[in-house]
């Protein structure tokens, strides 16, 4: 039967910050704190060892300080955030350079009506677009593949 993953490849102008796009996101109801008051994020080692890290809403500045810290900028970083009023989310993951990034729908994924084994890319790209042409979107490239 397989698996399956979906992900959206997002392209800015310049490079972007974790704080920048979660700032962004926040005006159209995205969070970093998840529905039971954490906040997770991600550092890659360099050897594509990803640490994830558990902090408290209290602390997410300081949170947001590790991802965005020069000494990460050659490293793919990440955050999970959460739509609360949609109860879904995913991970937003900030790649080496930071003008490449990518969103994982793997928190109470939408699915399609109708064809319940499909994300729901278009749910996404109208909660996510929006918000992210102010932090210089460039463009975007969804898909869902089967393992």
Not at 95 to 103: I, K, L, N, P, V
């Amino acid at each position: 039967m397989g698996s399956r993953d979906a992900d959206i490849d997002f392209t800015f102008n310049r490079p972007a910050t974790v704080h920048a796009l979660l700032d962004a996101l926040a005006a159209t109801g995205w969070s970093a704190v998840g529905p039971v008051g954490h906040v997770e994020y991600m550092v890659d080692d360099g050897e594509d060892a990803y640490e994830w890290y558990d902090s408290t809403p209290g602390h997410l500045d300081e949170a947001l300080v590790v991802p965005d810290a020069t000494a990460n900028l050659p490293y793919t970083v990440a955050l999970d955030v959460h739509h609360s009023e949609a109860r879904t989310g995913g991970m937003l993951m900030l790649h080496a350079g930071r003008t490449d990034a990518s969103f994982v729908p793997d928190i109470d994924r939408r699915l399609i009506p109708g064809a319940p084994e499909f994300t729901d890319p278009a749910w996404y790209l109208h909660a996510l677009v929006p918000a992210l042409i102010t932090a210089g979107l460039k463009g975007y490239e969804a898909r869902e593949v089967r393992y």
